[in-house]
């Protein structure tokens, strides 16, 4: 027993795997084990069997070399059965005194559930039609010093789930599948843009102004330079500056962070993909939004129609086109695209309790608030919303009502997925929007940005008309793999102190 700790800490099975690790080393096995080479993986072995019968099974004569973590025991004197977990699935394992040997049997007796062992053999079929290694070498890799939860309950509490993510992938067949299910997703995204030309880059996470999105930030110190840096809250700054450059055709996946709640479709910490197009509009950004969520879809389900939490969402057909100003007038009876004053848009947002905070001082303000709390929970199929107040837009290109903005978001289930532009290129209508925000700023919105001197020099070098589209893929992954909430599909949530 190790010294160091303290056995009014462990209960009866903890202490009797620890005494296990001295009868370990006696019979000159490494308790935490070596490398191992695995020739298959439990998804190899059922491929390559398929529907073979037991006498087809035995003229294959599969030899494996097979490791995984011990799930399940059935001690039977000089013969038992065990099942074996690895990254693709379960197989159970034959082992005979008369087949591994006296010695490889007797350091098998020392094993427990959840203890990660190899072994090599042949592949057969059980009587009971059961897909089975016999084992005829065993070797120990690692002792497990805790038990594992008990199967049929596992881990029942959700928060211990998030804190524990390792129990839960070992315990939660599901929790697996959507950690292997997300890189596909991110992969078949990656592979698009590829094959139309996008560029994937990297840019800074550290940030000496507050730019590219409304959002309150995470703050840091560099020692150095004695100088306080932001965490990115968007990656659309140096992105542009990349189109300035000649890019033309760019794409980053990266994290950004926000210093704000935490509910069931926000994170503090989370993945977005920033997307931006040379000599593209909000068009362009349109049709790749659609292609792009096609093919996660199709990556992540097989098919472009998905399931989601008793809905079934249809990414195949063109997606659902409509201003902000129709879909209010649809749900109100109101038209804001009319000429009206701020004290009667007011009065028509106290008329539906709609809450307006002390900054947001015009019509376009009162316009988006009218679609966030009476519209947007209603689109459940993919629906593009377009034509935005200028005032919630300044980084896009005004429309042909100076107004509104060439600006779509794209909401599925009630939840915004993209944000896309046709890009303001104009570095002094730029630089207006950015003085409009420090003004909002003033007032009391902590979520403005700063101005960013050095975006608008480069707008002045001259950026080339574009489109750019910014999408949450925690968001798309949870659409994706059917889950209830961000958490499942990040693999180690920011969670509150216990």
Not at 63 to 73: E, L, Q, T
Not at 149 to 155: Q, Y
Not at 465 to 473: D, E, H, L, S, V
Request: glycine share 8%; aromatic share 10%; hydrophobic share 35%.
């Amino acid at each position: 027993m190790d010294n160091n700790i303290n056995q009014n800490q462990l209960n009866d099975q903890e202490i009797a795997r620890r005494e296990k690790l001295a009868k370990y080393t006696e019979m000159g096995v490494d308790p935490f084990g070596q490398a191992y080479k695995v020739s298959h993986h439990a998804s190899d072995i059922r491929r390559i069997v398929g529907k073979k019968s037991s006498k087809g099974l035995d003229k294959l004569n599969l030899h494996v070399s097979f490791a995984g973590r011990i799930m399940a025991i059935r001690r039977m004197g000089k013969a038992s059965f065990m099942t074996l977990q690895d990254k693709t699935g379960f197989m159970q394992v034959y082992m005979g005194i008369d087949v591994v040997g006296k010695k490889a049997y007797n350091l098998f007796k020392l094993a427990d559930i959840g203890d990660i062992v190899g072994v090599k053999g042949r592949v057969m079929m059980t009587r009971t039609g059961e897909l089975t290694i016999r084992a005829e070498k065993y070797t120990h890799l690692t002792k497990s010093l805790h038990p594992l939860p008990e199967k049929f309950h596992g881990l029942t509490d959700t928060e211990e789930r998030y804190r524990r993510r390792y129990l839960d992938l070992i315990m939660n067949d599901n929790a697996k599948k959507v950690a292997f299910a997300r890189p596909r997703i991110v992969r078949s995204i990656q592979n698009y843009l590829d094959d139309q030309g996008y560029v994937e880059v990297e840019t800074s996470i550290l940030s000496p102004i507050l730019g590219g999105a409304n959002a309150r930030p995470f703050i840091t110190h560099h020692n150095a330079l004695n100088k306080d840096f932001y965490l990115r809250i968007a990656t659309e700054l140096n992105l542009k500056r990349l189109l300035v450059g000649g890019m033309e055709r760019v794409y980053e996946i990266g994290r950004l962070f926000r210093n704000e709640g935490m509910d069931s479709s926000h994170n503090p910490e989370f993945t977005s993909i920033e997307v931006y197009e040379a000599y593209g509009n909000l068009q362009s950004m349109r049709r790749l939004a659609e292609g792009m969520i096609r093919a996660s879809a199709k990556a992540a389900t097989g098919s472009t129609k998905v399931n989601y939490q008793g809905k079934v969402l249809d990414f195949g057909k063109p997606f659902k086109w409509i201003s902000m100003v129709d879909l209010i007038k649809e749900k109100t009876g109101i038209d804001f695209s009319k000429d009206m004053t701020f004290e009667e848009a007011k009065k028509l947002a106290d008329e539906r309790d709609i809450h307006l905070d002390k900054f947001k001082n015009t019509v376009g303000y009162v316009m988006n608030e009218f679609f966030e709390q009476l519209c947007q929970d209603d689109l459940i199929q993919p629906t593009f919303v377009y034509s935005y107040p200028i005032e919630v837009s300044p980084l896009t290109k005004k429309g042909k009502d100076p107004r509104f903005t060439e600006r779509f978001e794209l909401f599925v289930d009630g939840r915004e997925l993209a944000n896309a532009y046709t890009e303001l290129n104009d570095p002094i209508d730029q630089r207006e929007r950015f003085m409009a925000q420090l003004k909002a700023k003033e007032l009391g919105d902590e979520e403005s940005q700063q101005l960013d001197e050095d975006f608008v020099e480069a707008l002045e070098y001259g950026m080339p008309p574009a489109g750019g589209i910014g999408m949450g893929i925690d968001r798309l992954a949870v659409l994706l793999t059917d889950q209830p909430t961000v958490r499942e599909v990040i693999l180690f949530p920011t969670m509150k102190d216990k």
